[in-house]
């Protein structure tokens, strides 16, 4: 059956336009009339339609620890928070530092996917940064190579890496962490570690390790991209290397645009890496994502089990979700009060992920349905309980936020419906 959005909002080639969506044979169409009697007419006057929501960085934990998340449930997830694309990141077990041991999470992707899934092969073998993985033996079937977790530690290897990836044509996405600077920290090195008796992560830990990574890309001319960066010091090596030339990316994560340290709480969905930095780095990042310094929003979305995350800042393991609470927090945060244009936060979240990292392209006429629907005037509490996700650990839980996805069809089929869910 036909199913028919009139007068639906539709954000589509950089502009928004009120019309009419129709999916027919799992197939979209623009404009069609409402002629047809045997069509499913749904009113789209409170609905806003966007190209489907991409995530190059998020934690499916599958193999290895599906306890966590599968590709099944994250995927789902995604669906619910609007994202049709998700890249998943390798610390898994085993890690896919091989083509053979990459099938494992190959075929979970092909059983199970409710969205499209991308996965990343390692850098290194296993994750340590002692040896290369096959990379020309994953590279066609994976997106970029990153080591995220870990940061590369030693120089030499990472050139080799930024050379053979430029070889093949692919992206090195850093996790970039200095260990010897770590010093047994597990929270921001500021005011509240010093007043609550916690052991502090300085932020050179993460820009030491891009300043010496762009050096290599200036020699290499490798593509690069930088994971999740926290602090002020990143934005502006990373405004340098773009203004210098150097074919660089960057993204951050929501909890980084919307919290800071003094909004702590001895609570362990408070704790991720890198850990949420000052007010005046969070004032930094959102002046890079109004400049372009900073091109991607990502959630890293990392669950862990109740059991894992109920330890504290102090103990609890690293890692919060976010796949479902990304879009309604930064609309509800950050474009309502003036932040950031809502064509920029579809930019960030859609638009330049698909460009840097090569997803195919969403909401095309003709081709299979890829697009994501939102009612962006209801409000509503953020509960983790209503999560598809098997992670619940937010600190946003209880947050109110408006904009609530009622329908995400992803390749032709519908991946999340708030219709069916009811």
């Not at 009113?43 to 599906?66: K, Y």
């Not at 044509?169 to 770590?182: P, R, T």
């Not at 500021?190 to 890309?217: F, M, N, P, T």
Request: proline residues 5%; aromatic residues 8%.
């Amino acid at each position: 059956m036909q199913t028919l959005f009139t007068n639906v909002n539709i954000y589509r080639n950089g502009d928004f336009y009120r019309g009419n969506v129709s999916v027919s044979d799992r197939l979209l169409y623009f404009g069609t009339d409402v002629s047809d009697p045997e069509q499913k007419i749904i009113p789209g006057d409170d609905f806003t339609i966007f190209p489907g929501f991409a995530d190059v960085h998020v934690h499916f934990r599958e193999p290895g620890f599906s306890y966590k998340e599968t590709i099944a449930s994250g995927s789902r997830a995604a669906a619910h928070g609007g994202y049709t694309a998700v890249c998943t990141m390798p610390n898994l077990n085993p890690t896919p530092d091989d083509p053979e041991k990459l099938k494992v999470q190959l075929d979970a992707i092909e059983k199970d996917a409710a969205v499209s899934v991308f996965p990343y092969g390692t850098i290194t073998v296993g994750e340590k940064g002692e040896e290369l993985s096959d990379l020309q033996g994953l590279a066609p079937r994976v997106i970029a190579f990153s080591d995220d977790g870990h940061g590369v530690q030693q120089d030499e290897m990472m050139r080799k890496a930024m050379i053979q990836a430029k070889a093949l044509g692919k992206l090195i996405s850093a996790h970039c962490e200095d260990n010897s600077l770590l010093r047994g920290g597990y929270i921001h090195d500021g005011a509240y570690a010093a007043a609550h008796g916690h052991k502090g992560i300085c932020s050179e830990s993460e820009w030491g390790q891009i300043a010496r990574d762009l050096e290599l890309v200036r020699e290499t001319g490798c593509a690069y991209h930088v994971c999740h960066i926290s602090t002020k010091e990143s934005v502006e090596l990373i405004r340098r290397a773009k203004a210098d030339g150097l074919d660089v990316s960057c993204e951050t994560a929501p909890h980084y645009l919307l919290l800071n340290d003094t909004m702590l709480q001895e609570d362990g969905r408070f704790k991720m890496n890198p850990p949420i930095r000052t007010e005046e780095d969070r004032q930094a990042l959102l002046d890079g994502l109004r400049d372009g310094t900073i091109d991607i929003i990502a959630t890293d979305h990392a669950p862990h089990s109740a059991e894992e995350k109920s330890k504290g800042l102090k103990s609890s393991l690293m890692g919060i979700v976010g796949l479902e609470t990304a879009f309604p927090l930064l609309y509800t945060y950050l474009v309502q009060k003036g932040e950031l244009t809502l064509k920029q936060l579809i930019e960030k979240l859609c638009c330049n992920p698909r460009k840097r990292f090569g997803l195919p392209e969403t909401l095309q006429e003709g081709k299979p349905a890829d697009f994501t629907m939102f009612a962006l005037g209801e409000s509503y509490t953020i509960d983790p309980a209503a999560f598809l996700s098997k992670g619940k650990s937010t600190p946003f839980e209880g947050r109110a936020v408006q904009g609530r996805c009622m329908l995400t069809m992803a390749n032709g089929r519908t991946a999340y419906s708030a219709w069916e869910q009811e």
